[in-house]
């Protein structure tokens, strides 16, 4: 009687056991409506994403991830010129939708959405978007919204991202939030030439208590775009240089883009032990090799 007993009792932890465990969704394949993460997420193979004008993927719940495993997530945009005009509203690649603690790492990339790439929405806290390749998405490759807090965005390669309308400028990591750290990121060939208003890394109006250090910006249509309305930003040990790339300096000249662009009100923005080569409103110092 007693080894039914504890064969009985046996049998019920286990069950137990069973029904408490958790196990990540497996995503991969084609996609025609919005995929909605409520638990982490991984990437199996590689997603087409035939949802128009709506979210790829949109987040449903607080304290998960989507982990890309080295795969491609590939929006409707041109493969080539990216936009190939106006976005489409809500065609983003993925979006944290207001959740918090959320994730987004890779390796991996998230590409040709005619809207931002990856987009960090006004009530998220404490997002993470980590080593991503972000490419040819039309306006950003990240974007992080007015009240968005607590972000951290690192370790990313953003490259030919932007936007064809005017006014509209937007590039490859585009702020607004507040309280973000936008780090050791390369940002390389965002913006188009016309019109000259998109950037490799951007802090816009309503940006807030934000750093940005040890980035790599270089060859886009301006480096780094600090607007009027920005307030209390860190810039420090950064690589700016080569904005815009020289052929559409000698293509277009008229286009007045540079490494950076400092538009914040006096006192603002802190800049230290960066490297630049032309700018406004930022110091550019001239680093000498010691002499032996």
């Known amino acids: 009687m007693r080894s ?3 064969l009985g009792i046996y049998t019920l932890a286990l069950i137990s056991c069973l029904e408490t465990t958790s196990w990540a969704d497996e995503v ?12 982490d997420t991984d990437l199996v193979g590689d997603v087409i994403c035939d949802v128009g004008s709506n979210p790829c993927f949109s987040f449903g719940a607080n304290g998960v991830e989507l982990r890309l495993n080295a795969f491609t997530i590939t929006g409707k ?34 590409q040709r959405f005619r809207n931002h ?15 991503l390749t972000v490419s040819t998405n039309c306006t950003a490759g990240i974007r992080v919204a007015v009240a ?4 951290l ?14 006014g509209s400028s937007c590039g490859g990591i585009c702020l607004n939030g507040r309280n973000s750290r936008i780090r050791r990121n390369i940002a390389h060939g965002n913006g188009y030439s016309n019109p000259p208003d998109d950037f490799g890394i951007g802090v816009i109006d309503g940006a807030q208590d934000n750093y940005i250090d040890e980035n790599t910006v270089s060859g886009n249509t301006n480096g780094l775009y600090i607007t009027a309305g920005a307030v209390n930003t860190v810039v420090r040990n950064n690589v700016i240089v080569g904005n815009p790339a020289i052929q559409v300096g000698n293509a277009q000249p008229e286009a007045r883009a540079l490494d950076i662009v400092n538009l914040a009100a006096p006192g603002e923005t802190k800049f230290e032990r960066n490297l630049c080569l032309t700018a406004v409103n930022a110091p550019c110092p001239v680093v000498v090799r010691d002499k032996p």
């Open 4 to 6: 039914y007993l504890r």
């Open 28 to 39: 991969s394949g084609i996609l025609t409506k919005t995929y909605v993460i409520v638990e």
């Open 77 to 110: 945009a041109d493969a080539v010129t990216g936009c190939g005009g106006a976005n489409s509203p809500n065609e983003f690649g993925i979006t944290t939708n207001g959740q918090h603690s959320v994730g987004v790492r890779g390796p991996g990339a998230v």
């Open 117 to 131: 790439g990856v987009f960090v929405t006004g009530g998220s806290r404490n997002a993470r978007v980590e080593d």
């Open 148 to 151: 968005a807090f607590d972000t």
């Open 153 to 166: 965005v690192e370790g990313n390669t953003v490259v030919r991202n932007g936007a064809t309308t005017p």
